[in-house]
C-alpha cells in the first residue's frame, strides 16, 4: 500500500543532537548520535539493552546496548543478515505516561559511561528486575529505539508484535508496590485461586479489605495503555511484577474474569461490601467494575486469538498424560514468589534452553479480530503518541500487516501488492513522520477498501464511530477534538472514499 507524505528527505536522518553534552556534575550525556545505528533495511535487527547485576541498595542501573536480532539461526541464515546471533531476552511492558524524563541509567559504551535520562518509573523497573549476580538482556522501547529517529521507529514499531512474541517472557511492570497492592497479589496467589472456597469468599465481610484492595490494583495505570494489549496477547508468557512482588498474568486473568462475573451476575460482592461498616456509605462498590481497563484487557487478550494447541494443552486428557514438571520448594516470602518464573537461571542456561526450545516452536493462534473493530472498541485505552491509537493495534488485527515506510522508495513492493488480491491481511503503512490527520485518513480509507467489497451499505460505518485522539494545534496542524472526526482536514479524505464507493 502506497502512502505518500510532505515530510523531506531530511526526516530520513537522524536528527541533529541539541541541549546539554554534560550533567551538573561532568558526566557525558547519552545523545541520538551516540546509538549505534540499527540497519533499518535489515530484516529483524534490534538493540538490546544488557542490564548488569547490582544489589538491591545500589541505585545507579548500569546498562550497555548490544546489537540483536529476532531471527533464529535459521532465518537468519535464509535471509543472509548479519552475523549477529539470536540472544534470549525479556520484553519490558511498562507505562510511559506524561511524567518528564528526569531520573537516568547509566549506559555504558567504548569505556565511557553515559548518562541516560529516562522516567523514574522506567529507573524503578529495572532497578527491581535486575539480577544481583547474572546481567539480565532486555528489550525496553524507550532505550532500545531511537525515539528520535522517525525512520528507525517505524520500522521497529513494525516490528513490535514479533519483538514481544520472541522474548523469552513479557515484564509486566505496575510500579512501586504498597500495602494495597501486597494485599491483592497475596489474595490472588492464596485464596481467589483456591476456588474450591470461591463462594465464602464472595460472600464474607471478612474479605472486604482485600477485594477493595484487588479493585485498587486493577486501576494502576498500566491497565489503561494501548499498547499492552499486543504486549500481552502476544508474550509467550508474562510475569506481573509491582515491586518485588511477582505474579503470572495467567493467575491474574482467572482472577479478574471470577471477580467480573460474580459482580456482573449478581452484584454480590457489592452486597458484601454494604454489609461492612467502613465500606457501606457507597452503595455499589464494584458497580462499573466490568468496564475498568483490567477487566477489558482480560477480556480483548482472551478474543483476539483462537489458540488451538493451548486449547488442547488444558485439556483433560492432556493433563493426565503431561509429565508434572519439577517444581521448585516455595521460598518463606511467597509474595516474591511466582512458579511460572524462571528468573534465576544464567544467561548461559536461557540460551541453552532457547536452542532446545527453538526446535519444537509453535506457533500462535490466528487472530480474530479486525483493525477497524479493534480501533472502535478499544478507546478506552490510552496512547501517549496519537498515532498508535492505530499503529498499536496492527500486530494483533487479522487484516493487517503493519509495513514501515520508506520515504525513499517513491513506489509499494509490486509483487507483495499483487500477493495481497489473495490474502486476508493487507499491508499497512507505519510512518511517524505523518501528521496524526493523516493517520485517521488512512484508516478511514483502509476500513472503507475492506468494507465495499463485502457490504457497501456499512462501508462508511467508521466515520461515525468515537476512536479518534483529542490532539492540541501544532503549527499549521489542527487540532482534533476527541470522540468523532470533526477536524477540517479529513474532510479531505471524502473525495478519495467516494471514489472508493463509486
Not at 549505534?36 to 534490534?46: C, L, M, Q, T, Y
Not at 480509507?445 to 457490504?455: S, T
Amino acid at each position: 500500500m502506497a502512502t505518500t507524505s510532505n515530510t523531506s528527505k531530511a526526516d530520513d536522518k537522524p536528527p541533529a543532537d541539541t541541549g546539554p553534552e554534560k550533567t551538573k556534575d561532568g558526566r557525558p550525556i547519552f545523545k541520538t548520535s551516540h546509538y549505534n545505528k540499527v540497519p533499518v533495511k535489515e530484516r529483524g535487527a534490534i538493540r538490546i539493552l544488557k542490564v548488569h547485576p547490582g544489589a538491591p541498595e545500589q541505585t545507579e542501573v548500569q546498562c550497555e546496548l548490544i546489537p540483536g536480532t529476532i531471527l533464529s539461526d535459521k532465518d537468519r541464515l535464509q535471509h543472509e543478515t548479519s552475523d549477529v546471533q539470536f540472544k534470549p531476552y525479556d520484553a519490558l511492558s511498562w507505562c510511559w505516561g506524561k511524567a518528564p524524563s528526569d531520573s537516568w541509567i547509566s549506559i555504558l559504551k567504548d569505556e565511557t559511561s553515559y548518562v541516560k535520562y529516562v522516567q523514574p518509573r522506567l529507573v524503578a523497573a529495572l532497578r527491581a528486575l535486575r539480577h544481583g549476580t547474572y546481567a539480565r538482556h532486555f528489550w525496553v522501547d524507550a532505550v532500545c529505539i531511537n525515539q528520535e529517529y522517525k525512520a528507525e521507529k517505524n520500522v521497529q514499531v513494525q516490528m513490535m508484535a514479533e519483538i514481544y512474541g520472541r522474548a523469552e517472557c513479557v515484564r509486566i511492570w505496575l510500579g512501586d508496590s504498597d500495602p494495597s497492592s501486597d494485599l491483592a497479589i497475596l489474595f490472588i496467589k492464596q485464596q481467589i485461586l483456591q476456588l474450591q472456597h470461591f463462594d465464602d469468599l464472595s460472600s464474607s465481610t471478612a474479605s472486604s479489605d482485600k477485594w477493595r484492595a484487588l479493585l485498587e490494583l486493577m486501576q494502576r495505570d498500566w491497565f489503561s495503555r494501548r499498547w499492552v494489549i499486543q504486549e500481552v496477547t502476544l508474550a509467550k508468557k508474562a510475569i506481573i511484577h509491582c515491586g518485588k512482588a511477582k505474579l503470572a498474568w495467567t493467575k491474574f486473568a482467572i482472577a479478574v474474569e471470577l471477580f467480573v462475573e460474580v459482580e456482573t451476575a449478581t452484584h454480590r460482592l457489592s452486597e458484601v461490601m454494604k454489609q461492612d461498616a467502613k465500606y457501606h456509605h457507597v452503595p455499589r462498590w464494584f458497580e462499573y467494575i466490568s468496564q475498568l481497563g483490567a477487566s477489558l484487557l482480560v477480556d480483548a487478550t482472551g478474543r483476539l486469538f483462537r489458540d488451538y494447541d493451548y486449547i488442547q494443552e488444558k485439556s483433560p486428557q492432556a493433563k493426565k498424560s503431561a509429565k508434572q514438571p519439577n517444581i521448585p520448594r516455595k521460598p518463606k516470602d511467597e509474595l516474591c514468589y511466582e512458579s511460572e518464573d524462571d528468573e534465576v537461571m544464567s544467561p548461559q542456561e536461557r540460551a541453552n534452553r532457547y536452542n532446545q526450545e527453538s526446535q519444537h516452536a509453535k506457533t500462535k493462534g490466528q487472530p480474530l479480530l479486525t483493525l477497524e473493530y479493534l480501533v472502535s472498541n478499544m478507546s478506552i485505552f490510552d496512547v501517549t503518541n496519537p498515532h498508535d491509537s492505530v499503529y498499536a493495534l496492527l500486530g494483533i488485527a487479522k487484516d493487517t500487516t503493519p509495513t514501515a515506510v520508506n520515504k525513499k522508495l517513491a513506489v509499494t513492493d509490486h509483487t507483495q501488492s499483487a500477493l495481497e488480491m489473495f490474502t486476508v491481511k493487507k499491508q499497512y503503512p507505519v510512518d511517524y513522520q505523518a501528521s496524526y490527520i493523516d493517520v485517521c485518513k488512512e484508516f478511514i480509507q483502509f476500513c472503507v477498501r475492506r468494507n465495499v467489497p463485502r457490504d457497501p451499505s456499512r462501508a462508511l460505518d467508521v466515520i461515525c464511530r468515537p476512536w479518534a485522539i483529542e490532539t492540541e494545534e501544532k503549527g499549521n496542524e489542527p487540532a482534533c477534538l476527541p470522540g468523532y472526526l470533526d477536524c477540517p482536514r479529513l474532510l479531505m479524505a471524502w473525495s478519495s472514499v467516494r471514489e472508493l464507493m463509486e
